[in-house]
């Protein structure tokens, strides 16, 4: 027999209309595809594709089904060796398991209690008078019924324990809801309550259609302390960096279209799909990584990054355009105007209105060079030298050898500078992602004469009452309590500026506990060169920004304080979360929930090793 997980795969990474298209004349109709069916004497077309959903279904017979089904009824083979044919098809390795070979998935729970939670709030939406809130938001979005059912868009409710009760009913344990971060807890109370309360729900799914976490958008003013998106945190079975937002769903778009949006949240992926628009993917509240660019990959080798166009847009634009490049992508940049979001323009302008930006992207290398210009980076030989700084790392980061000659010529084109030179310099000097695709062309250097991210030398000991550091010279290690590692980092970032792109490749403002810091750590990545507080800001938070900006504080070894404030950030919720697991084990005398937990702890251990 094959795995569970391997016919998954094949199933997510098989294109049905291909499939189909090879033994049926199919055309395009709206979001599906249609042909006359092969299974019967089929006189008009009747026979219908859903790529979006993975199957077919002839509205004349009745046969219906997915790859599988079709390659069987097709060929005659079995199951088997229907799954072999299209896996070998599609690059998925089909291997052949002893049952005894099996075993059961341990996180099989953990996916129950998301799809539980996922029906939950789907049933709060459609309650007549409990998710008129919900739906009233919808509609004023522009998001019809079609639109939030294919994504499972739910409401949560401003309850403090509903779904909490509702999942007791059917004895899922507050453990386990606590486990995938369902429910929470607080220093105030340690009794459980739910996380989301007062939101619409998107429901995260993996490419193989499992739950794995959950985005709530806050309804009406989100008000002090209380942050308009609220996401899972990370949990056995969510690593938000390596995801995409509505992959799943868009992926079979994607391939038929040629190429990805890249944008930056759940809305604009729903307002898009609900303006006809289905080939988007958003990232989950961090940087694009190297892993979610390497999964989208599978689909596509071009994408079109729908940023916002402000300072911190364009900072999040570069950077994810040098991650694509080194995943094999090659990336363009859609120039919106002033102030709109593809949500709010596509609701504006229709999917005809959108299709002007997307047909003027320019690839990012002439996107730089033309931000470059602009800001008068030609005009002398200084800002020649800081536009190369800030034009090389696009073409490290580029493992197409063909894209990376073409840009090569085009920069020695550009700045006069000899191809010999370029080459030379891109040889000797290593690639840094936290130079160049980070910060946006025109922004200041560092400093040293470039452009980019530099290490402040130090030299000597780390800042005494916020980190102190034990052990001898050959066993060094950093002790940062959790919320003075929040007030160091953010000491840092004041330091050295430039190094915020480097913090926001690996956190975002949810990572911060402490509403003060965070909001803080917010107002700098909306404005890195933040030299006073903004007038909006609160009175607690412009308090403790003014502080941090008088600080006397001497910050030496400050790359291994930055890492140090990082790591403690990152890994916080699972030190936590091994070390309650670590008393339950102690305390547990049942053998099958022994070993659980100890699953539970192999499974932590496996996603932070080392640490």
Sequence with gaps: MIPDEVVEEVRVRADLVEVVGESVPLKRSGKDWKGKCPFHEDRTPSFYVVPAKGFYNCFGCGASGDVFDFVMKRTGLDFVEAVKQVGARFGVEVREVGREEEAEDPLRSHYEANAFAREHYRSRLAHPDEGRKGRDYLEERGIDEETAERFGLGFAPDEWRGLREAAAVHEIPDELLLEVGLITTSERSSEPYDRFRNRIIFPIESVSGKVVAFGGRVLGGAGKGVPKYLNSPESPVYHKGQQLYALGWNRHAIRKEGVALVVEGYMDVVALSAGGVDHAVATLGTALTPEQAHLLNRYTQRALLLFDSDEAGLRA????????????????????????????????????????????????????????????????????????????????ATVDPTLRDIYVSRVAERTGVRRETLEEEIRSRPSSS????????????????????????????????????????????????????????????????????????????????????????????????????????????????????????ELDHTGQIFEDCIRSLQDREVRERRGELMARLQAEADPEERRRLARALQELSRDRPGR
């Design 434 to 553: 936290s130079i160049g695709g980070g910060s946006p062309p025109g922004n200041g250097g560092d400093g040293h004469g470039r452009g980019g991210t530099r290490a402040p030398e130090s030299s000597g000991s780390g800042p005494g009452r916020t980190a102190k550091t034990v052990g001898g010279s050959g066993n060094r290690t950093r002790v940062i309590p959790p919320l003075g590692a929040e007030r160091t980092l953010l000491l840092v970032l004041l330091r050295a500026r430039d190094w915020m792109d480097r913090a926001l490749e690996r956190i975002g403002p949810e990572e911060f506990r402490d509403p003060v810091w965070r909001a803080i750590f917010q107002a700098l990545v909306e404005n890195p060169e933040l030299a006073a507080p903004p007038p909006d800001m609160g009175e607690e938070e412009a308090r403790r920004l003014d502080e941090l900006l008088a600080s006397p504080e």
């Design 317 to 396: 634009t570069f950077r994810g355009a040098d991650v694509l490049l080194a995943a094999g992508i090659h990336p363009s940049v859609v120039t919106l105007p002033r102030g709109e979001d593809p949500d709010t323009l596509i609701r504006k302008e229709g999917a005809k209105g959108l299709r002007r930006y997307l047909d003027g992207a320019l690839d990012v290398m002439d996107r730089k060079l033309q931000l470059l210009d602009e800001k008068g980076f030609f005009g002398s030989i200084e800002r020649i030298r800081l536009a190369v700084d800030k034009l090389l790392p696009t073409i490290r």
